[in-house]
């Protein structure tokens, strides 16, 4: 008799003349015992009725009894629609091609939809295998009754390497979006979640799950919003599988003596985990947040418009007084000074310090419509008081044009640079992150791996291509903050220069000459760090956080200019000076991130550059720009250590100074040292850590000198200064919750998840995007008002510090 093979067996079977063909009909959570060889092949024959109103499961579990088998043992599932193989022992590979070996397999077979009300289908299980010898075998296929979850219904399950289990969701009517979390007690083994449509097959191994659908890698938790939009049959499968190894959830590397082939024991790789689907928000939801988001903010608006109102009629009440009560200064005699001249060059062509000035203004009578303070307050001596001496050591402003960052405040656009180089820093600077954030959100949408971004996924609402929509929107707050404080310095920007044009004493001849292109700078900055924090929670990950920082240190690099430029107008650093050094600290953040994670030369090079430009800034600040970097340095500082110290050993010139940057030397000495040990991962985080210790040291300094000095802080300032400091406290508590972090691996930052706790809708991080943004706009109108008390003060009666 002839004997053929089918077409279908041939494909199957690498040699099937010889082999011979049982074919048995078999039955559901019934456990086979068998053995196969060579020559035999088996194929089990199972039946079911499928329904369109219920799903079942199918599970095939199989385990190999025979301890060494020349070949393994083949098994191929023929459905209707699809067709599964897998072989026993199962091989599956880690890191650096390490294999392990699986002699317990259990697969889920997929579960195709029909559009039948009910359908009986067969489908066909084949055993064979090219050992000569027999492989004992033990074969069980059972119906998995609890294969669909239920909303809001926790369902538990086992699952290992060689195990996957995934299980079936519908949408429920009037449901579009979901959120799936799985939870497990224990950290390792490593797992994968997986998001995957309806059909067949389903990827359910490591070496495949990541082909298709939505995964992430898991420890103790792992959530993903799943919507409606994105499953056309209204219902998806969630699969878990757990991995070979668990290096992708930072768990130990393992290191073993490989040999060519060499086969690995898992070791007992068994996990159980909990899966829950709930319902995400709703339109409603999304509403109200957008809607609170923009109540807080535009409240300041209405606060800043009231506080202005009643600021301004007590303004007009008091300048009519004044007005009343003074003489103009044609009436005393004495020449009217330009608020643009104070500190810099008198007209008659003399080069003065801004105490010269100060001196010389002293020495006039007459009253210029100020209120001269007594002289009681101002008994300083002059060492402490001056920011400037005349010893012929030390040069003058002689070169003021050519070699200092010293700038003549009666040229008024000077400061406009502030404002103007800002702006095209921020849109050079803006066009090319938006651009790449768009492409890691792309990214993370068509390749569905949401271990790219480190969101708090038990709290990220997506709005269309946006994954976490709510993060972004929190940032508003920076934006509307920002152009508030914008038209609160216009405001003031017109009323001073209309009362210069009225030729008022009081804009004229006193109070801190009014220089506002930094605070325009300041507003801009704190816009465009609202515009970078929303890009960087676009996706937030290792490689772009250097885009929520780069604007901090320009806030924190402004409100330190603009606290010298108080008391200091005359030698304050050029807008080009300002943003140069500002640029050399961000070129080092973007080395820190590249270069610093773990390198042993890079923190050393950082280290020593940031110890030196403390001395030399140092220097500059002690001496009022009168030092020069130049060939003749180490002569002069021998010099002068000889003279002062050994010489004389007369103590510093300048007290209060001296006391100032001794302390900033040891705070930025020690944050070097601590860089240095530590080597943190996060640097850009570390570089802003100096840039707000420094600023809030020079911030107190500057409070404690004004006090000193026998001014006074008035209410508004007082009440700016308390909120602000309240605001920080509870942003800090906020900040400092950690729902995520990219120092560790996506899987690990993912245990720190947690819920939304404002209106379902925001999380701490959020929160903290509130308040800091409004403790930022707090401490720009701290910077703004805290001199208002020297308006009426005559100028040259004001200190320098």
């Given at each position: 008799?002839l004997r053929f093979?089918?077409?279908?067996?041939?494909?199957?079977?690498?040699?099937c003349g010889a082999?011979?063909v049982?074919q048995?009909?078999?039955?559901f959570d019934?456990t086979y015992?068998?053995t196969v060889?060579?020559?035999n092949?088996?194929?089990?024959?199972?039946?079911?009725?499928?329904?369109?109103?219920?799903?079942?499961?199918v599970r095939v579990s199989v385990?190999?009894?025979?301890?060494?088998a020349?070949?393994?043992v083949?098994?191929v599932?023929?459905?209707?629609q699809?067709v599964?193989?897998f072989?026993?022992p199962l091989?599956?590979?880690?890191l650096y091609q390490r294999k392990y070996q699986?002699?317990?397999v259990?697969?889920?077979?997929?579960?195709?939809?029909?559009?039948?009300?009910?359908?009986?289908q067969?489908?066909?299980?084949?055993?064979?295998?090219l050992?000569s010898?027999?492989?004992?075998y033990?074969?069980?296929?059972?119906?998995?009754?609890?294969?669909?979850?239920?909303t809001d219904?926790?369902?538990?399950?086992n699952?290992t390497?060689s195990?996957p289990?995934?299980?079936k969701?519908?949408?429920?009517?009037?449901?579009?979006?979901v959120?799936?979390k799985v939870?497990s007690?224990k950290?390792?083994p490593?797992?994968?979640m997986?998001i995957?449509?309806?059909?067949?097959?389903?990827?359910?191994?490591?070496?495949n799950?990541?082909?298709?659908?939505?995964?992430q890698?898991m420890?103790?938790?792992?959530?993903?919003t799943?919507?409606?939009?994105?499953?056309?049959s209204?219902?998806?499968?969630?699969v878990?599988?757990?991995k070979?190894?668990?290096?992708?959830?930072?768990?130990p590397?393992r290191?073993?003596p490989?040999?060519?082939?060499q086969l690995?024991?898992?070791g007992?790789?068994?996990?159980?985990?909990d899966?829950i689907?709930?319902?995400a928000?709703?339109s409603?939801v999304?509403?109200?947040?957008?809607l609170?988001?923009?109540?807080i903010f535009?409240s300041f608006?209405l606060?800043?418009?009231?506080?202005?109102?009643?600021?301004?009629?007590?303004m007009?009440?008091k300048r009519?007084?004044?007005?009343?009560a003074d003489t103009?200064?044609?009436?005393t005699g004495k020449?009217?000074?330009s608020p643009?001249e104070?500190?810099s060059f008198a007209?008659?062509?003399?080069?003065?310090s801004?105490?010269a000035v100060t001196?010389?203004?002293?020495?006039?009578?007459g009253n210029?419509g100020c209120m001269d303070?007594?002289?009681?307050s101002?008994?300083?001596?002059?060492?402490e008081?001056?920011s400037?001496?005349?010893?012929?050591?030390y040069?003058?402003?002689?070169?003021?044009d050519s070699?200092?960052?010293?700038?003549?405040?009666k040229?008024?656009c000077v400061?406009?640079l502030?404002?103007?180089n800002?702006a095209?820093?921020a849109?050079?600077y803006?066009?090319?992150?938006?651009?790449?954030?768009?492409?890691?959100?792309?990214v993370?949408?068509v390749t569905?791996n949401?271990?790219?971004?480190?969101?708090?996924?038990?709290?990220?609402?997506?709005?269309?291509?946006?994954?976490?929509f709510n993060?972004i929107?929190s940032?508003?707050?920076?934006v509307l903050?920002?152009?508030?404080?914008?038209?609160?310095i216009?405001?003031?920007?017109?009323?001073?220069?209309?009362?210069?044009?009225r030729?008022?004493s009081?804009?004229?001849e006193?109070g801190i000459?009014k220089?506002?292109?930094?605070?325009?700078?300041?507003?801009?900055a704190l816009m465009?760090?609202g515009l970078?924090?929303a890009?960087?929670?676009?996706c937030?990950n290792y490689?772009?956080?250097?885009?929520?920082?780069s604007?901090?240190?320009?806030?924190?690099?402004?409100?330190?200019?603009?606290?010298?430029?108080?008391r200091?107008?005359?030698i304050n650093?050029?807008?080009y000076?300002?943003?140069?050094c500002?640029?050399a600290?961000i070129?080092f953040?973007?080395l820190g991130v590249?270069?610093g994670k773990?390198n042993?030369?890079?923190w050393?090079v950082?280290?020593?550059?940031?110890?030196?430009a403390?001395l030399?800034l140092?220097?500059?600040l002690?001496?009022?720009g009168?030092w020069?970097?130049?060939?003749g340095?180490l002569?002069?500082?021998?010099?002068?250590i000889?003279?002062?110290?050994?010489?004389q050993c007369s103590?510093?010139m300048?007290?209060?100074?001296?006391?100032?940057?001794?302390?900033?030397?040891?705070v930025?000495?020690s944050?070097?040292?601590y860089?240095?040990?530590k080597?943190p991962?996060d640097?850009?985080?570390?570089?802003?850590?100096?840039a707000i210790?420094?600023?809030?040291?020079?911030?107190?300094f500057?409070?404690?000198?004004k006090l000193?000095?026998?001014?006074?802080?008035?209410?508004?300032?007082l009440v700016c200064i308390l909120?602000?400091?309240?605001?920080?406290g509870?942003a800090?508590f906020?900040?400092?919750q950690?729902?995520?972090?990219w120092q560790?691996?996506?899987?690990?930052?993912?245990?720190h998840?947690r819920?939304c706790?404002?209106?379902?809708?925001?999380?701490?991080h959020d929160?903290?995007h509130?308040?800091?943004s409004?403790?930022m706009f707090g401490s720009?109108l701290?910077?703004?008002?805290?001199?208002?008390d020297?308006?009426?003060?005559?100028?040259d009666k004001?200190?320098?510090?």
């Amino acid at each position: 008799m002839l004997r053929f093979c089918p077409v279908l067996l041939v494909l199957m079977l690498p040699a099937c003349g010889a082999s011979v063909v049982i074919q048995r009909d078999a039955q559901f959570d019934v456990t086979y015992d068998d053995t196969v060889t060579s020559d035999n092949q088996t194929i089990y024959s199972y039946n079911h009725t499928v329904s369109r109103n219920k799903t079942e499961g199918v599970r095939v579990s199989v385990e190999l009894l025979s301890e060494s088998a020349q070949s393994p043992v083949l098994f191929v599932v023929r459905q209707k629609q699809a067709v599964l193989s897998f072989q026993v022992p199962l091989i599956l590979r880690g890191l650096y091609q390490r294999k392990y070996q699986y002699t317990q397999v259990g697969r889920t077979l997929c579960q195709p939809p029909t559009k039948a009300l009910a359908e009986t289908q067969f489908f066909y299980l084949d055993v064979s295998t090219l050992s000569s010898a027999g492989v004992h075998y033990q074969l069980r296929v059972s119906r998995v009754d609890s294969f669909t979850l239920q909303t809001d219904k926790k369902f538990s399950f086992n699952a290992t390497p060689s195990q996957p289990q995934f299980f079936k969701y519908m949408f429920p009517d009037g449901v579009d979006t979901v959120i799936v979390k799985v939870n497990s007690q224990k950290n390792f083994p490593c797992s994968v979640m997986s998001i995957q449509d309806i059909q067949c097959p389903v990827y359910d191994l490591d070496n495949n799950v990541a082909f298709i659908g939505m995964y992430q890698t898991m420890t103790t938790t792992a959530a993903i919003t799943v919507q409606r939009k994105d499953f056309p049959s209204n219902s998806f499968y969630v699969v878990v599988v757990v991995k070979t190894e668990d290096e992708a959830c930072g768990g130990p590397l393992r290191f073993y003596p490989l040999l060519p082939d060499q086969l690995l024991d898992p070791g007992n790789r068994s996990k159980t985990l909990d899966v829950i689907v709930s319902p995400a928000i709703n339109s409603e939801v999304y509403v109200m947040g957008m809607l609170f988001c923009l109540g807080i903010f535009m409240s300041f608006y209405l606060l800043t418009f009231l506080v202005a109102c009643v600021e301004n009629k007590r303004m007009n009440r008091k300048r009519e007084g004044l007005l009343n009560a003074d003489t103009s200064p044609a009436e005393t005699g004495k020449a009217s000074v330009s608020p643009y001249e104070y500190g810099s060059f008198a007209d008659n062509g003399s080069t003065l310090s801004s105490e010269a000035v100060t001196d010389s203004l002293a020495s006039t009578d007459g009253n210029c419509g100020c209120m001269d303070r007594s002289l009681e307050s101002v008994a300083r001596s002059r060492q402490e008081s001056l920011s400037s001496v005349e010893e012929d050591d030390y040069d003058t402003l002689v070169d003021i044009d050519s070699d200092k960052n010293i700038v003549r405040t009666k040229v008024k656009c000077v400061f406009v640079l502030y404002l103007q180089n800002i702006a095209t820093i921020a849109v050079f600077y803006a066009l090319p992150v938006i651009q790449l954030v768009i492409t890691y959100q792309t990214v993370v949408n068509v390749t569905g791996n949401q271990d790219i971004c480190y969101y708090n996924f038990l709290c990220a609402h997506p709005l269309g291509a946006l994954s976490s929509f709510n993060n972004i929107l929190s940032n508003l707050g920076y934006v509307l903050l920002g152009l508030l404080f914008l038209l609160i310095i216009l405001q003031r920007d017109i009323l001073h220069n209309r009362a210069l044009e009225r030729n008022e004493s009081t804009a004229v001849e006193c109070g801190i000459p009014k220089h506002f292109g930094l605070y325009y700078a300041m507003g801009t900055a704190l816009m465009m760090e609202g515009l970078l924090s929303a890009c960087y929670h676009v996706c937030p990950n290792y490689t772009n956080f250097q885009f929520d920082t780069s604007f901090m240190y320009m806030i924190a690099g402004l409100c330190m200019l603009k606290l010298y430029q108080k008391r200091h107008p005359d030698i304050n650093a050029s807008a080009y000076s300002a943003y140069a050094c500002l640029a050399a600290v961000i070129f080092f953040s973007v080395l820190g991130v590249v270069f610093g994670k773990g390198n042993t030369a890079f923190w050393i090079v950082f280290s020593v550059i940031h110890i030196l430009a403390t001395l030399l800034l140092s220097t500059q600040l002690y001496y009022m720009g009168r030092w020069r970097l130049n060939s003749g340095i180490l002569r002069r500082m021998l010099n002068v250590i000889y003279t002062d110290c050994i010489r004389q050993c007369s103590g510093p010139m300048y007290i209060d100074r001296m006391v100032l940057l001794v302390m900033g030397n040891i705070v930025n000495w020690s944050l070097a040292a601590y860089g240095l040990i530590k080597r943190p991962n996060d640097f850009a985080s570390y570089l802003l850590a100096i840039a707000i210790c420094n600023l809030l040291l020079y911030f107190t300094f500057y409070i404690i000198m004004k006090l000193r000095s026998g001014e006074r802080i008035q209410c508004l300032a007082l009440v700016c200064i308390l909120f602000t400091a309240v605001v920080w406290g509870f942003a800090l508590f906020f900040f400092l919750q950690g729902l995520s972090t990219w120092q560790k691996t996506p899987a690990e930052s993912r245990e720190h998840n947690r819920e939304c706790i404002l209106l379902s809708f925001f999380d701490d991080h959020d929160i903290w995007h509130f308040l800091s943004s409004i403790a930022m706009f707090g401490s720009f109108l701290v910077l703004l008002t805290m001199d208002d008390d020297l308006d009426t003060v005559q100028r040259d009666k004001i200190y320098v510090f």
